[in-house]
Nanobody, 124 residues
Framework: QVQLVESGGGLVQPGGSLRLSCAAS????????IGWFRQAPGKEREGVSA????????YYADAVKGRFTISRDNAKNTAYLQMNSLKPEDTAIYYC?????????????????WGQGTQVTVSS
């Protein structure tokens, strides 16, 4: 069965860094758009970043631009989200997602496969 598993979340101080990983099982991410999304309590799930399977183009929400970096390693069948200069407002459950569609977007409805999420808490 198709499975995406996020890891790397945790508790960090403001200004700190985390790297989230998204490991895929039983299917390849090579030709999939990959997105990272987050959902804070009381808020709707929002797109954070995405990467295209066609040319590797990356996309970021304005709130994280310049601080977060999305990447993928097809050989490891894993995607990553490097998060730097973390802020309290980054606190959320972070989800990775994949889509067979070749255009990467920050829209939840674009994605077919979802992980279970990993908690990121930014607090002093």
């Amino acid at each position: 069965q198709v499975q995406l598993v996020e890891s790397g979340g945790g508790l960090v101080q403001p200004g700190g860094s985390l790297r989230l990983s998204c490991a895929a099982s039983n299917f390849s991410l090579e030709h999939k758009s990959i997105g990272w999304f987050r959902q804070a309590p009381g808020k709707e799930r929002e797109g954070v970043s995405a990467i295209s399977p066609v040319d590797g183009s990356t996309y970021y929400a304005d709130a994280v631009k310049g601080r977060f970096t999305i990447s993928r390693d097809n050989a490891k069948n894993t995607a990553y989200l490097q998060m730097n200069s973390l802020k309290p407002e980054d606190t959320a459950i972070y989800y990775c997602a994949a889509s067979v569609f070749g255009i990467a977007t920050l829209l939840t409805q674009h994605y077919d496969y979802w992980g279970q999420g990993t908690q990121v808490t930014v607090s002093s």
